[in-house]
């Protein structure tokens, strides 16, 4: 079974620009992305105790990303940056949410493809990144992200074949990336991983 599923929209070049203009303002952001993709791990623990299967692989996910926060945050500290007071709600997420359906297994599988979808938005944004910086601690920090966030782009899609079939996993997922890609191209450009 094929994991790896791919993103059908690009992220456009005026997306790197917005970044790069204030690479500060990005890493804040950032930081704040992987608290959430750490959160979001435990929030699905926490909402469905009884999918035992998936209960170590989901803790494992928290800490990973945990640990991401804490990379990045290390970076912020080397560079005098702090965490930001006030974060702004996330559009992309807001948005992906409303999508998915309200049924309890409907809900559950469309979650776990938004982590997915989520994931592999992140890691092809983080390749975006390393290819055009030129920082050599930073390029290898995103390089090492990449593959992480890409690893979880799978991982999401193993774990709802573990509960459905993967005709309606596969179904499912060309819908909401028909959607993510609406989604992405719905929000304008402000510097933030999305
Ligand atoms: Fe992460
Ligand atoms: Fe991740």
Redesign the pocket.
Known sequence: VQLRLPLLTKTPSGWIKSVLENFDFFLQDHADCERK?SAFALSMVAKYPNRQEIIPELID?AL??LE?FREVYRIMEKRGIPLRHEIEEDLYVKKLLQVCRNGREERFLDRLILGSLI?NR?AERFRIIYENLNDAELKKFYHNLWA??AK?GELFVRMALRYFDKEEVMERYKWMVLKEGEIILSIPFSGRLH
């Open positions: 993709a996910t990973e990303e991401h994931e992140g992480g966030e979880h």
